[in-house]
T-cell receptor, first 113, second 111 residues
Framework: GDSVTQMEGPVTLSEEAFLTINCTYT??????LFWYVQYPGEGLQLLLK?????DKGSNKGFEATYRKETTSFHLEKGSVQVSDSAVYFC????????????FGQGTTLQVKP | DTAVSQTPKYLVTQMGNDKSIKCEQN?????MYWYKQDSKKFLKIMFS???????INETVPNRFSPKSPDKAHLNLHINSLELGDSAVYFC??????????FGSGTRLTVV
């Protein structure tokens, strides 16, 4: 079945460092891919998405490119801030399923001043 | 206005009790979901309703019963609560494949 694998966390960075959180997926067909962010004590918010190969999603300085050849959707940001500290979830919506999102295990990011 | 609202935000209850969590969305979405987030932050779908019709029922104990009185509401009733039910429960809604909108979660603690 469809699945998503994210890099293990926690990831600890200094402010203004470059961020990469790896995400790879397994799915039949052509899934849509998403990154969600969960700030402490809150629900999940959609950060960015891509619906077809080579699409780049971007929002708030974060970017991710849908790479079908490597089945990846890595999240990047050029310069992180303390306010980016959160849990980041990669997710897919498969073309064959009934609307459910399948999530990776989440990666905790801690940014220190 | 909150797009997807859940109540209560916190729920502490004793083993064996029955409790309900309510969810409402004002986005006009056709599909609503319940997800469970465990202590390691892993998210797993429990149920999905589309226009009041159950379309996803993952391997969830039958102590959990969703109810959708209309497409804007999806409530979750849990009978005979167990310690292992302690988690954060998230309601969400979606329209097509444009991504979900999540509620802020209900932290259930069974003691």
């Amino acid at each position: 079945g469809d699945s998503v694998t994210q890099m293990e966390g926690p990831v600890t960075l200094s402010e203004e460092a470059f961020l990469t959180i790896n995400c790879t997926y397994t799915a039949t067909g052509y899934p849509s891919l998403f990154w969600y962010v969960q700030y402490p004590g809150e629900g999940l918010q959609l950060l960015l998405k891509a619906t077809k190969a080579d699409d780049k999603g971007s929002n708030k300085g974060f970017e991710a490119t849908y790479r079908k050849e490597t089945t990846s959707f890595h999240l990047e940001k050029g310069s992180v801030q303390v306010s980016d500290s959160a849990v980041y979830f990669c997710a897919l919506h498969g073309s064959s399923n009934t609307g459910k999102l399948i999530f990776g295990q989440g990666t905790t990011l801690q940014v220190k001043p | 206005d909150t797009a997807v609202s859940q109540t209560p935000k916190y729920l502490v209850t004793q083993m064996g009790n029955d409790k309900s969590i309510k969810c409402e969305q004002n986005l006009g979405h056709d599909t609503m979901y319940w997800y469970k987030q465990d202590s390691k932050k892993f998210l797993k779908i429990m149920f999905s309703y589309n226009n009041k019709e159950l379309i996803i029922n993952e391997t969830v104990p039958n102590r959990f019963s969703p109810k959708s009185p209309d497409k804007a509401h999806l409530n979750l009733h849990i009978n005979s609560l167990e310690l292992g039910d302690s988690a954060v429960y998230f309601c969400a809604s979606s329209q097509d494949t444009h991504g979900y909108t999540f509620g802020s979660g209900t932290r259930l603690t069974v003691v």
